[in-house]
Each structure stands twice: as structure tokens, then as C-alpha cells.
């Protein structure tokens, strides 16, 4: 498997086929690494847990053999009972001993379990010949007959008693000596097992690096090479990755397609610059032309204001004094003339105002100041107070403070309240309610009113400029107040719309965008409760 030339490999296969080799190597240094660790566990457990221990018990057993031979010869002697009792109690120590080499012997240490076995026919065989004897001479006949028994006998059965010990530990021996050096070896594999292991590693690592720099990061330092190069101005460069993997080739594809893209719109943005110059130069003239009509519409404002006022005032002061003065002297016919010509003269003039102050707004500016609703909507009362009558009823709550200019948002509540009033159903006390709430960066204002109310149909109509629902005869006005509402609104960065889901009246809201650091006037009125009480 060659990691190098395999260009259809995308770097994720290569690595992911390095890793498998790998961790197919480490797993199999694993398996024989955990094989040789039990072999060494087990060859360890041979030397702690039965060698050793069987040694020692062989060699307890050897002292509690040389104690019963003690034993027996001090009771041929004395012939007392309490010189026997190391006879008695090297016997029981004998049973033990053999009883715990037993236990450690396994089914393959056949030369250790005979050797045993030749231990304890050779100890029965002394006891038999030699001990059992003597002792049953003394009790029977006294020291002296067990004496002479002693001195008559030999000690080739005991010395065979103890060979048989001899042998048995050699045999253990060559059992404790097997398993160590099977440990010592088992330990030096699982060594070399792990240098490997570490070995392979470091190669592993080594070789993951060099195949990181042959394939990512030469190729990836050449396609940068390129895409500077491309990105100085050569857009007609070709760019493509010569070596690496395919991911990497593919990648310098896409990156060389989107050259192309970009050398294509390139060439259209150029021809673009030039429509775009010429429709700015377009634009330049149109600003300026623009902006003299704005000042012919300044112009047009000042005159409107002054040159033709001036000419409207005489006509309609003539129509007035021809009125007062030759009224009830010509026909009816006259009276209705003249009466017409003033009240033309009347109307013309209010729209005049209505449409200069239509054309102030946002014009004509003192700049934006903090602005409390509270004291605007005071002032707005109190100029009302005279049309609204004493049965009307105005009503709102704490009011926030907001940024604008005061004159138009007094002209605002000045146009909605006072329509409120004029549209009041007839012998019905009129009903303006005010409320407030908080959307976000929003106050949402609402004005409600119980009057005649206006139908969803004319809901767009109304905040046009010189639209009229109502005859002149029927009620008063221009038709402009709704319109300046609106203009007066858009000016302060709000909206204003009319809530035709309403059962009865009016009810028109508006926004206004709240000042920085502005609290819920609920809240500020909760706050000013607490403080005062």
C-alpha cells in the first residue's frame, strides 16, 4: 500500500489506513503482550504462592521429624512423660506440613507429590520400627529396657526418613528455580514488548508527520503561493495542486473555478464602472436640479406666505366690509354672493396655513430636544378647554419622555384630541382616552375616542393630504390635520396606523422611538410612591 502515490486517497483515507495498519500491529503486540503478562503472572504465583511456601513447609516438616527422633530418645532416657511431648507435638506439625504441601501441589508436579508420598511411608516406617517400640518398652519394662533398645539400633531408618525430606526439597527446588527463571524470561519478553510497542509509536508518529508535510502542507503552501499571486492582479493565472491528496486537488479545482468567476465578473464590474459613473453623473444633475427646486419650493413657501397672503387678506377684509355694509340692501341673490366670496376667501386662506405648516415640518427645525408628554399634553387641554365644553373628558396616564421637537408633538396631540372633539357624536359627552405601553425601542401611543368613529374603508385615506370624509357643511376644516399627524410622526422616526377593530369612536396609535435610558413610566410613578412614601 503505498501512501504516497495513491492520488485518488483523500487525506482522511490515508490517515484512517494508517491508523488500521497500526492499530492492527499494536493490537496483535497487545494480545501477545497480555498472553506473556498472565504466563508471568502465573509463573510469579509459582515462586510466591507454592515454591517458596512449599519449601518452607518441607523444611518444617524436616524440624518436626528431628523433634519426634528428640522426643523419642529423651523419653528412652527419662522415661518421663513430659520429654515425649516433643515426639507428640513434632507429630502433629508433621501432618500439618505434609497437609499443606498437599494443598499446593497441582496435578503436573508428579516427582514432588511422590517424593512426598516416599516422606511419609519412610516416617511411618521409623515410627513403626524404631519409635513405637521404644516407647512402648519404657511404659512396659522402664528406661533401661528402652535404653538398651536404643543402643542396640541404628539410625539408617531415620537417615532415610531424611533423605526422602533431602530429595522432596530438591525437587521443590528445581520447581521454584523452573518458575523463576519462566518469570525472569517472561518479564524480559514483556520489556522487549513494550520497547516495541514505544518503537512503533515513534515511528508511527514520525511517519504521520512526514506524510502531514508531503501531502498537506507542501501542497497547501503552494496553493497559497498561487492564490497570492492571483490575488496581486493575475487574475489570468492557473491554478491547480500538482501533488497532495485528491481533497486538496479538488479544492485547488474549486479555487481555480472560482478565479474564473471572478475574473468573468471582474470584466463586467469594469464595464459596469462606467454605466455606474454615468449614472452617478446623472444622479449629480438630478441632486442639483433637486435642489433648486427646493429652493423654488422655499421660494414658492415665502411668497405663498407673504406675497399672496397679503392680496387673499384684502380680498376677503373688501368681502366683509361689503357684507357688513350692503347687507339687507341688495336682493337675497347679492347677500348669498358676497356671502360665498367670504367664505372663499376664508377657506383660502386657512388652506394657505394648513399647507405652509404642512411644509415645515422637518424643514424648518430647532433640533430634537427631551421632550416630557406629560407637560405637552397639559398644554394641549388647556388650549382645548374652551372647545371641548365642560362635560368633555380627557384622560392619560404617566407619560414618558421622549426626544422630538415640542411644538410638533403639541401639534400632534392638537390635531388628534381636537378631532376627537369634533367628531363627537351629537348629544353624547365626548370621551378622549390617551394610553401608553412600552414595544421594545418603542412607545406605542393610543388616542380612543367615543365619537362618530371612521370606517375601515378609509383607513389609507385619512393621513392624505386634503382628504375629507365628511362635507364642509357637515364639519370644519381642511382635511389636512391627519396628514400633518402623519408627516409629524415619520419626522420623529415612528409609525402611525388606524385601529378599525374598535366597537365604537376612534382609535388612532402611533409610535415614537424611546429615549436612551428611559424607564416604564408605571414604573417611574411606582418609584416616585415609594420615595415620597
Not at 119 to 128: H, L, P, Y
Not at 241 to 257: I, T
Not at 342 to 358: E, Y
Not at 521 to 528: N, S
Amino acid at each position: 500500500m503505498n501512501l504516497f502515490n495513491a492520488r485518488n486517497w483523500t487525506l482522511r483515507q490515508r490517515i484512517i489506513a494508517l491508523c488500521v495498519a497500526v492499530g492492527v500491529v499494536l493490537g496483535g503486540l497487545g494480545v501477545f503482550a497480555a498472553a506473556t503478562a498472565a504466563a508471568n503472572n502465573r509463573q510469579v504465583d509459582d515462586v510466591l504462592n507454592r515454591a517458596s511456601p512449599m519449601r518452607a513447609a518441607g523444611e518444617t516438616l524436616n524440624t518436626a521429624l528431628v523433634d519426634q527422633e528428640t522426643g523419642v530418645r529423651g523419653y528412652a532416657i527419662t522415661g518421663e512423660d513430659r520429654n515425649l511431648q516433643p515426639y507428640e507435638v513434632g507429630l502433629a506439625d508433621q501432618e500439618r506440613q505434609i497437609a499443606r504441601i498437599e494443598t499446593l501441589l497441582r496435578p503436573e508436579d508428579d516427582d514432588i507429590r511422590n517424593a512426598l508420598a516416599m516422606v511419609k511411608a519412610r516416617a511411618d516406617t521409623w515410627r513403626a520400627e524404631v519409635a513405637e517400640p521404644i516407647i512402648k518398652a519404657v511404659r512396659e519394662q522402664g528406661p533401661e529396657a528402652a535404653q538398651a533398645m536404643v543402643e542396640a539400633s541404628d539410625t539408617a531408618e531415620f537417615d532415610a526418613v531424611r533423605t526422602a525430606v533431602a530429595e522432596m526439597q530438591s525437587h521443590i527446588q528445581v520447581l521454584r528455580t523452573a518458575s523463576a527463571d519462566a518469570a525472569r524470561d517472561s518479564s524480559r519478553t514483556m520489556v522487549a514488548i513494550e520497547i516495541a510497542a514505544a518503537v512503533i509509536i515513534v515511528l508511527t508518529g514520525a511517519f504521520l508527520l512526514f506524510l502531514l508535510d508531503r501531502v498537506v502542507t507542501r501542497p497547501i503552501t503552494d496553493l497559497a503561493a498561487q492564490v497570492r499571486q492571483v490575488a496581486a492582479g493575475d487574475y489570468d493565472k492557473h491554478i491547480e495542486s500538482r501533488q497532495g491528496s485528491s481533497d486538496l486537488v479538488a479544492l485547488a479545482a474549486d479555487v481555480d473555478r472560482m478565479r474564473q468567476q471572478i475574473a468573468s465578473e471582474l470584466s463586467e464590474v469594469r464595464d459596469a464602472r462606467s454605466h455606474v459613473e454615468w449614472v452617478n453623473q446623472q444622479l449629480k444633475t438630478q441632486t442639483d436640479e433637486l435642489t433648486r427646486s427646493n429652493r423654488d419650493l422655499e421660494q414658492f413657501a415665502y411668497v405663498a406666505s407673504h406675497d399672496l397672503q397679503e392680496p387673499l387678506r384684502k380680498v376677503a377684509s373688501f368681502c366683509q366690509l361689503l357684507q357688513r355694509r350692503y347687507a339687507g340692501q341688495m336682493d337675497e341673490r347679492a347677500d348669498q354672493y358676497i356671502a360665498f366670496a367670504v367664505d372663499g376667501a376664508q377657506r383660502m386662506q386657512r388652506l394657505i396655513n394648513d399647507l405652509l405648516a404642512f411644509s415645515r415640518i422637518g424643514r424648518l427645525t430647532a433640533g430634537f430636544t427631551e421632550v416630557d408628554l406629560n407637560k405637552v399634553l397639559g398644554d394641549v387641554k388647556s388650549q382645548l378647554d374652551a372647545r371641548a365644553g365642560e362635560n368633555a373628558e380627557i384622560t392619560w396616564p404617566e407619560m414618558p419622555t421622549v426626544e422630538g421637537e415640542e411644538p410638533l408633538l403639541t401639534t400632534l396631540f392638537m390635531n388628534l384630541i381636537g378631532n376627537s372633539l369634533k367628531f363627537a357624536r351629537p348629544d353624547v359627552p365626548p370621551v378622549v382616552t390617551i394610553t401608553v405601553e412600552r414595544d421594545g425601542g418603542e412607545w406605542q401611543i393610543n388616542v380612543r375616542d367615543n365619537g362618530i368613529g371612521i370606517e375601515a374603508e378609509f383607513a389609507d385615506k385619512v393621513f392624505v393630504i386634503f382628504q375629507r370624509l365628511h362635507s364642509r357643511d357637515a364639519y370644519e376644516g381642511t382635511g389636512i390635520g391627519l396628514a400633518i399627524v402623519k408627516k409629524i410622526v415619520e419626522y420623529h422616526g415612528g409609525r402611525v396606523w388606524l385601529d378599525t377593530d374598535v366597537p365604537e369612536g376612534a382609535s388612532i396609535h402611533f409610535t415614537l422611538p424611546v429615549l436612551p435610558g428611559t424607564e416604564d413610566p408605571e414604573t417611574q410613578a411606582e418609584e416616585r410612591e415609594v420615595v415620597g412614601a
